[in-house]
């Protein structure tokens, strides 16, 4: 899976400070921003979840603002979840409990999952905690970078897509299989996408209408700090190439697209504003047929 290698590296660059962009010249988009992203999302995860103890995170819950909050709590004895506005977190009873939704959930068994991507508290008000299943194939265990409860339970911005949303969600659906014996499950399991219209879905990418106005979603998305962001396709590098919402940038042209060489142009216009570029390690430098890639480092405060 070159693609997924080569998403997994674009995150690499982004956890050792680099900002760059990657261009990827490819005979068509179909999937390639779907296995880059999977890359992106399993190389940049890291662990949230705490199952013992000493792992709580009621004194950090307690800092938060009152009603200030829309919160996942994540069970750490099955795979039952609970979403509402966190209404405080307080010691009730000699015990650490949670108040969501006008419930009190104990703190011992249950961690929290502070929703920041772009769920608004004002949407829950009234309204008690939301039971939800978390919801992890039990044949996917392999395919996860940690614990499936803290890679699909919680909650992180790791990589945005902006394209196609309703492409990329049905590519995204396609079935891949973990083992000889195990049931096929799809990519989206890998991914975890969720659109901006969603409310309080778990995540690990977003996805972003191409035709909207980046400048609507820029601030939003660089201020959750993903660590790439792929645009998916000529017409969508064009538009939201300068956008500057992560480290890096994975700019994907299709050669067959009608805007392909406007999209060349502008990418080589950024090149030629490069300090230097960004030699491919050595498990990427076979490059399938039909593809060509670069990168390039940007210049501080730039894309």
Request: proline share 8%; net charge neutral; hydrophobic share 45%.
């Amino acid at each position: 899976m070159w693609l997924a290698e080569l998403g997994a590296w674009a995150a690499e660059l982004a956890a050792q400070d680099v900002r760059g962009i990657i261009a990827i010249s490819v005979p068509a988009r179909e999937f390639t921003s779907v296995l880059a992203g999977c890359g992106a999302v399993f190389a940049a995860f890291e662990p949230q979840l705490d199952a013992s103890p000493q792992g709580s995170q009621f004194n950090s819950a307690a800092k938060l603002k009152p009603r200030g909050h829309v919160v996942r709590l994540i069970s750490t004895q099955n795979t039952a979840g609970f979403v509402g506005i966190l209404n405080e977190a307080v010691i009730k009873n000699n015990r650490e409990v949670y108040n969501v939704g006008g419930g009190w959930i104990p703190a011992d068994r249950y961690r929290i999952d502070v929703l920041r991507w772009p769920d608004n508290p004002v949407e829950f008000v009234g309204q008690s905690r939301i039971r939800e299943d978390i919801d992890f194939p039990a044949d996917a265990h392999a395919l996860f970078p940690g614990p499936p409860a803290d890679f699909c339970g919680f909650s992180a911005l790791h990589c945005a897509i902006v394209g196609n949303s309703t492409a990329i969600q049905q590519e995204s659906e396609t079935l891949i299989a973990t083992s000889m014996v195990s049931k096929p499950v799809p990519l989206s399991t890998l991914l975890r996408p969720r659109t901006v219209h969603e409310k309080a879905r778990q995540f690990r990418s977003v996805l972003l209408p191409a035709r909207e106005d980046p400048e609507d979603y820029r601030e939003l998305v660089a201020g959750r700090k993903p660590k790439v962001v792929i645009l998916d396709g000529a017409a969508t590098v064009c538009r939201w190439l300068g956008a500057g919402m992560a480290p890096i940038t994975v700019a994907l042209v299709e050669r067959t697209a009608p805007s392909g060489e406007a999209a060349a142009e502008i990418l080589m216009r950024y090149r030629a504003r490069s300090p230097e570029d960004i030699p491919l390690p050595a498990y990427l430098a076979r490059v399938p047929a039909g593809i060509e890639v670069l990168a390039w480092q940007s210049r501080a405060g730039n894309p």
